[in-house]
Every structure is written in structure tokens, then in C-alpha cells.
């Protein structure tokens, strides 16, 4: 008799543990497919859904932890790869929302040096050498070379030009004429498309790029695009 009911009950408690899992499993593939509709994703996000038991976070309207990664992004037009994202306390009703959130993404190289192009106006390459981020190419036929130091001020991405090199000769960025100066100064690198709530606050070189973080309370994602269900 003890026996058939301690067999029972862990029966029921295994069931229990499966069901879980099951529902569990099953709202990490409702987050992926709306990443991968909602974003121009490259590769296949992977997502896992934190805290245990998942079945009565559900019944009680928020994920207690969600974090993913995929490889790549297109932010309105602007390239990022290795985007990782973690939220805390996101509701699984709309309105959809995130009680703190952090993502993290790297603007590689390529992307960098077609947006300084398209702001300045100037034909550069950008690179990272000894863990500096460098520009350089031809101005008005002149050799010139140059470190980008990214920044983040009031939620903007801004990039400031640094120990300047023309012909071999260092210059301050206010020296040089106002032609070449005023669009080297403070480059703004657009980060646009993030969910509302989401604010950039730091910037990192990294060895492909720059690394770019944004974080955010009561963060609201597309209603078009539930974290579970």
C-alpha cells in the first residue's frame, strides 16, 4: 500500500516535471519565431527561459529571467553580429513588457567605416590595430591616419576623432581646415530599431569592432511579437 502510493506520487511528480519542460520548451520556440519575424536576424536565435517552476510563472503573468543570443542583426540598415539580450520579469501578456533588460551587440568594422563614409563624407577605412579603433585613407590627396574613439552621450552612439596624422604630421582635429574638421568632429553612428525603453549606455572597442550595450526598466516590445505563450 505505502509503496503503490510513494510509486504514484512519483509518478505524478515526474509528469508534472515533463509537462513543465514541455511548456517550457515550447515558449522558447514562440520566442524564436518572433524574433526571427520581427528582426532581420541572421542565423537561428537560441533562447532560454529561466526559473523553475515555468507552468506557475506563467499562471502568474511573468518570466522571472529570458536571455538569447543570435548572430546577427539588421538595425535599420546598420549590420551587428553576436547580439545577446537578457530580460528579468517579462510579462506574458500585452502589453508586453520587460522589467530590466540589457542587450548587447558588436558594430563590426565594415559597418562602422560605411557610416563614418556616409557622415564625412571622406574616404576612410576603418580598422582595429593594438586594441584601437583607426581610420585611414586620402584627403585633398593627403595621407591621413587617425584613432575613432566611440562614446556613448545622452543615449547617442558618437564617435570622436583622436590623434590625427596628415602627410606624417600630427594635428588637432581644430586645426584642420573647417572643410575636413567640422566632419570629422563627433560622428554620430545611428542605433535605431531597439523596443522602447532601451537606452545605449556604454561602448566598448573591441577586436572586430565596437561592442555596444543598451539597457532599460519597463522595457515595451512589439505587440506583434509575445515572449511566451
Known amino acids: 500500500m505505502v509503496v503503490g502510493v510513494l510509486v504514484t506520487g ?6 508534472g516535471f515533463v509537462a513543465d519542460r514541455l511548456a517550457e520548451s515550447s515558449a522558447e520556440r514562440q520566442v524564436v519565431a518572433a524574433i526571427e519575424e520581427n528582426l532581420d ?8 527561459l529561466g526559473g523553475f517552476p515555468f507552468l506557475t510563472q506563467l499562471l502568474a503573468g511573468s518570466i522571472e529571467n529570458v536571455t538569447g543570443q543570435v548572430d546577427g542583426v539588421t538595425l535599420e540598415g546598420i549590420d551587428a553580429t553576436d547580439v545577446t539580450f537578457e530580460g528579468h520579469g517579462v510579462s506574458t501578456s500585452e502589453p508586453y513588457t520587460v522589467s530590466t533588460a ?3 551587440a558588436t558594430l563590426p568594422t565594415a559597418s562602422i567605416e560605411q557610416i563614418v563614409a556616409d557622415r564625412s563624407d571622406l574616404e576612410i577605412a576603418v580598422a582595429v590595430d593594438a586594441g584601437a579603433l583607426t581610420a585611414s585613407g586620402e584627403v585633398l590627396g593627403l595621407r591621413l591616419a587617425a584613432d575613432l574613439v566611440p562614446r556613448v552621450d545622452a543615449g547617442k552612439l558618437l564617435v570622436s576623432v583622436e590623434n590625427v596624422q596628415i602627410a606624417g604630421l600630427t594635428v588637432s582635429v581644430e586645426d584642420l581646415p573647417n572643410a ?3 566632419r570629422l568632429t563627433d560622428i554620430e553612428i545611428p542605433v535605431e530599431g531597439l523596443p522602447d525603453g532601451l537606452v545605449l549606455s556604454d561602448a566598448t572597442v573591441v577586436a572586430d569592432g565596437v561592442r555596444i550595450t543598451a539597457d532599460g526598466t519597463d522595457v515595451v516590445l512589439p505587440t506583434d511579437a509575445p515572449p511566451a505563450g
Open 10 to 15: 512519483a509518478v505524478l511528480v515526474a509528469g
Open 41 to 48: 536576424v541572421v542565423g537561428t536565435p537560441t533562447v532560454e
Open 102 to 104: 540589457t542587450i548587447s
Open 180 to 182: 575636413i574638421g567640422d
